[in-house]
């Protein structure tokens, strides 16, 4: 066998050190940083990219793009057109590698994510945001604009906004707290929890829990197969709360200002006053055979109605003024107010 040559060993180190440079290169974390003027809406979309938006501090939208992928297999896309920018990933070949768009945004930009399994989070923003995912989580916080969030299978994380807003899950359970304005909370199946909103307030969930505190404003609550429980509920406008199968419970910050009902068809409808002073025209009915009628009061009125083949009981009583007009409805549960 030959002796190794001194300059052939020096060129097979060099070759070895460059293969293993490039490799390291290939498919280590990549950071690619831009900038770009003039520009009303960002459009994002990926396949399992996250987002993270946040308030920039100029005029400016900046872009901070970090991703682990081969350079050889996956192309980060930036297009103009006019003022609204587009944002894509694109992957060439099959591998694995993880990224991660941090957009910074002046006030008043558009911001739109669609996304397969990504995840988005948006802070301080002041503009519009319309993010979705199949099943990547969403969270939004401090942000004002009209704002529209959905998830499929993800997790949603709502807290401190204001505006127009929008929160939907299919199979999600729903964290939500401090929004004022607009709001629509719905989840086809998946729990509700909601504290401090004020507003014109829909909660909606036709498989699932529902627990809200301290909400304010016109109220209305929807669950078909699930309990409803609140509490520090203030009544400023025309409110309802309904259930088809479960239980609901209702426990006031104050007195009613304006008309409201709770009705299920399965279950218990409990109003509780808290200890608040009890004016307005009440009215309780049930099931003369299968529900129960409870209240502090003695009753003005007791009559008798056909209904879909059943008899109810309805009874009614005034105290003070005849508004606002409280309903407390249930088919064989209990309809029952409370004084506290």
């Known amino acids: 066998m030959k002796p190794v040559k001194l300059k052939t060993l020096v060129i097979c180190l060099v070759l070895m050190g460059s293969m293993f440079l ?196 016109s109220i209305d609550v929807k669950a078909a197969s699930g309990d409803i429980h609140a509490e520090g509920i203030i009544i400023k406008k025309e409110s309802s709360f309904k259930v088809a199968s479960g239980d609901i419970y209702v426990e006031l910050a104050k007195s009613a200002e304006e008309n409201l009902s709770l009705e299920c068809a399965s279950g218990d409808a409990i109003l509780n006053y808290n200890g608040n002073p009890i004016e307005g025209y009440f009215e309780f009915k049930a099931i003369a055979d299968r529900g129960d009628i409870v209240s502090p009061f003695p009753f003005d009125k007791e009559e008798e109605e056909e209904k879909w083949g059943k008899k109810y009981l309805i009874k009614s009583f005034k105290r003070g003024m005849d508004v606002p007009k409280i309903r407390i409805y249930t088919a064989s549960g209990k309809a029952e107010l409370r004084k506290k």
């Open 22 to 217: 490039a490799g390291v290169y290939a498919y280590g974390e990549h950071e690619i940083r831009k900038t770009f003027k003039n520009k009303k809406v960002v459009q994002l979309n990926t396949f399992s990219g996250d987002c993270i938006v946040k308030k920039a501090s100029g005029s400016e939208v900046e872009i901070l793009f970090i991703h682990s992928y081969s350079n050889t297999g996956f192309e980060p896309r930036f297009e103009e057109d006019g003022e609204k920018l587009i944002l894509k990933e694109k992957l060439h070949l099959s591998g694995s590698g993880d990224s991660t768009w941090n957009i910074s945004v002046p006030d008043k930009t558009t911001v739109l994510f669609q996304s397969i399994s990504g995840n988005f989070t948006a802070e301080g923003v002041r503009g519009d945001i319309n993010a979705s995912t199949v099943s990547g989580d969403l969270a939004a916080q401090d942000c004002k604009g009209e704002i529209n969030l959905k998830s499929v299978s993800g997790e949603l994380d709502v807290k401190n906004l204001s505006g127009n807003i929008n929160v939907t899950g299919v199979s999600s359970s729903l964290d939500i707290k401090d929004l004022s304005g607009e709001i629509r909370v719905i989840t086809a199946s998946g729990d509700i929890k909601a504290e401090r909103l004020d507003g014109s307030v829909l909660v909606k969930c036709p498989s699932g829990d529902i627990e809200i505190k301290d909400v304010r404003g």
